[in-house]
């Protein structure tokens, strides 16, 4: 029944390794998001997916990449990690846009050595 | 572009006592206001949002918020608060407008003494 869906919940890994963050939501929601939690607990937007396209690519290294494979599915990947990637990331997923309330997964807290 | 603040990083609150966290945003049009609360170890859990209409919002767990737009504020409140309050609770705002995303405040850390 759990409405979004993301796995692993904790990954750990050593620098320069590349990782994938999985997310599924089952709400029937045309919209989904990654947010990265840093150690200060502050959210902040990285992408947002539409319908499957790519409409919010904030600031983020190019090492990470979105990938939706269809609207009720996206999945994160990061190249060569660094230590100042270790932080909570949050699949999240809405109606359309942000006058909808985000629906949000449990987490992935993402530990790089 | 809209914006979040939450002036208080840490409250204690005394269990049985009244609570109100304060929010206050910037945004030209609009706002879509949420309230979130944050578990250790969980994901976000939304308490109560406001679109429009009546400016005091009844949410989930006994919270509410009331929206002023002379002071730019949505401040949460609570009557009487419960040991299991105790949590990370965000202030955040969004637009009726494709290609947004929720912009979040830092959060308030909500402690509660016995």
């Known amino acids: 029944d759990t409405a979004v869906s993301q796995t692993p919940k904790y990954l750990v890994t050593q620098m320069g390794n590349d990782k994938s963050i999985k997310c599924e939501q089952n709400?029937?929601?045309?919209?989904m998001y990654w947010y990265k939690q840093d150690s200060k607990k502050f959210l902040k937007i990285m992408f947002s997916?539409?319908?499957?396209?790519?409409?919010i690519n904030e600031t983020v290294p190019n090492r990470f990449s979105p990938k939706s494979p269809d609207k009720a599915h996206l999945n994160l990947h990061i190249n060569s990690l660094e230590l100042g990637d270790s932080a909570v990331y949050f699949c999240a997923s809405s109606h359309r846009d942000s006058s909808s309330p985000l629906h949000f997964g449990n987490g992935t807290r993402l530990t790089v050595t | 572009a809209q914006s979040v603040t939450q002036p208080d990083i840490h409250i204690t609150v005394s269990e049985g006592a009244s609570l109100e966290l304060r929010c206050n945003y910037s945004?030209?049009?609009?706002?879509?206001l949420f309230w979130y609360v944050q578990s250790p170890g969980q994901g976000l859990q939304l308490l109560l949002k406001y679109f429009s209409g009546d400016t005091l919002v009844q949410g989930i767990k006994g919270f509410e918020a009331e929206f002023k737009r002379s002071q730019s504020s949505f401040n949460l409140r609570k009557p009487s608060v419960h040991w299991s309050d105790a949590a990370e609770y965000f202030c955040a705002v969004g637009a009726n407008q494709a290609g947004t995303a929720l912009i979040f405040g830092k959060g308030t850390t909500l402690s509660v003494s016995s």
């Open positions: 997916y539409n319908n499957k396209e790519l409409i």
């Open positions: 945004y030209g049009a609009t706002p879509y």
């Open positions: 709400l029937g929601h045309d919209t």
